[in-house]
């Protein structure tokens, strides 16, 4: 049997028919084309699932569930997206408008957690228990599983680690507090730091790389500069890595997984990213002399990790 996994997200509704090994062998995309109603946009991620369906050459009659993944506030008994600021959700019986129009029992869970759950299955985290998933890109997503099962707290909207914090007092945060990790960490935010040192640093090799222009700074710049010998790049790097591994020490800390994986853009680094990075974790983490200790890895699946957590949240 198959399951269908969804994926929506802001931009786009991308949908995966898995098959029992993980592989995608269909998928259907649609434009999520914000602002829309609720119903306007479940109509279409029918379509999608339809377009899946046909695209792995099955039928809805092979298909054992659908599982779904969404930003936002989600209750998984009541199948409900609770709310979404992203796609001005507020009480969208998800799971029930799905189910009757595919005929198939559907599952919901925040999208963070599909991802995780995505790498802990087929990706990063395979073999492996206790697992964290940190995806650096508008904010910093998260996503938590303990014994193998996705970890949602008392009221499925556990693991909000981004909105931990980090500086007392600090840069402001998109959810209303300040100094949170995800306002030193995230791909928006080391994009905030490179134009901040590039209106010190004239003579910078990131002001050439951006093509001379504030529009073009983007996760890679800082990275590329730094690559070139250049200081100022260097220094911003090293500055984002360093609240990078003070949020990710903290997250250890919480939970000492076995593996911690990173996703999003900034993950392509490679080494670059992952090799100072664990300096400066096993310099400052509390289990220094542990024999076991996390290890820190680059997530594997791209935009593939939330397709295919979804499709399996029924397990």
Known sequence: MYRIGIDLGGTNIAVGVVDEEYNIVGRGKMKTALPRSAKEIFDDIVTACRMAVEDAHITMDDVACVGLGSPGAINKEDGVIEYSNNLKFDQVPACSMLSDALGKPVYIDNDANCAAFGEALAGAGRGVKDFVAITLGTGVGSGVVINGRIYSGSNS???????????????????????????????????????????????????????????????????????????????????????????????????????????????????????????????????????????????????????????????
Not at 209 to 230: E, K, L, P, S
Not at 278 to 303: F, I, M, P, W
């Open 157 to 315: 909207i556990a693991a909000e680690l981004g909105h931990t914090v980090i500086a007392v007092d600090g840069e402001q945060c998109t959810c209303g507090r300040r100094g949170c990790w995800e306002a030193y960490s995230s791909a928006t935010a080391l994009i905030r730091q490179t134009k901040d040192a590039m209106r010190h640093a004239h003579d910078s090799l990131m002001w050439e790389i951006a093509g001379n222009d504030y529009d073009n700074v983007n996760g890679r710049t800082a990275f590329d500069a730094m690559r070139r010998g250049d200081a100022a790049g260097k220094a911003v790097v090293d500055r984002y890595i360093d609240y990078l591994a003070c949020g990710i020490v903290n997250v250890i800390n919480a939970f000492q997984p076995e593996v911690l994986c990173i996703g999003g853009g900034i993950s392509h680094e490679g080494d670059n990213l992952l090799v100072p990075l664990n300096k400066r974790v096993e310099r400052d983490r509390y289990t220094e002399h542990a024999k076991s200790q996390t290890v820190l890895r680059c997530a594997e699946l791209g935009n593939d990790s939330g397709i295919i957590g979804a499709a399996f949240l029924d397990l």
